[in-house]
């Protein structure tokens, strides 16, 4: 009996530990000041050739912060707390593995962003990353071709790449 007590003893008190020192949900935290209440995020840039990867891209990253935080997002720049600026300046897509037949089946897709939250309130930069990095892989179904579901992949690493970029940002790391 005294083994387990304590055993029990000692596990409380890593958790009273692990609870002090920081640890905390991932998702969770609010890296941005307090003052921030609305945000806004005009089109991002786009040198890349895809077709409508900024507006995706954009669109992405507001619903991933109307998801994930209390700010709310602000439709004009001049009425914002903080603005976000993103540029996009690369999108590959790289054949990873091959079917028995020869054909790309999952694929390597890479988005390169220069992205920067600027607080407009005290007029400096909370977050920035000249190149920021998103890699994911995308599946093909069997008898298709990357070009033929183009669109269905963009939007579905839109929605990574805002997730990461996001959480990126409220967590401060």
Same mark, same amino acid.
Request: negative net charge; aromatic residues 8%.
């Given at each position: ?8 003893? /000692? ?21 941005? $000041? ?7 995020? $005009? ?8 077709? &409508? ?5 954009? &669109? ?13 997002? /602000? ?13 996009? &300046?690369?999108?590959?897509?790289? $054949?990873?593995?091959?079917?028995? &037949? ?27 990353? $000249? ?21 269905? /992949?963009?939007?579905?690493? /839109? ?15």
């Amino acid at each position: 009996m005294a083994k387990t007590t304590r055993f029990v003893a /000692a596990a409380l008190a890593v958790c009273a530990l692990a609870g002090s020192c920081g640890y905390g949900l991932r998702g969770t935290g609010a890296f941005l $000041p307090e003052h921030i209440k609305t945000l806004s995020v $005009p089109m991002f840039k786009n040198e890349t050739t895809r077709y &409508q990867l900024d507006l995706k891209l954009t &669109q992405a990253v507001i619903n991933e912060f109307v998801s994930r935080s209390k700010v709310e997002v /602000a439709a004009d720049n001049a009425e914002a707390d903080a603005i976000l600026l993103g540029t996009v &300046q690369s999108f590959s897509v790289r $054949p990873i593995a091959l079917t028995s &037949q020869g054909t790309a089946d999952r694929y390597n897709i890479t988005v390169v962003a220069k992205v920067v939250l600027r607080d407009r309130v005290k007029n400096r930069v909370i977050f920035a990353n $000249p190149s920021f990095l998103y890699i994911g892989e995308y599946e093909v179904g069997e008898g298709s071709d990357f070009e033929a579901v183009e669109t269905e /992949a963009i939007d579905q690493i /839109a929605e990574k790449f805002a997730r990461s970029l996001v959480m990126t940002m409220l967590e401060g790391f």
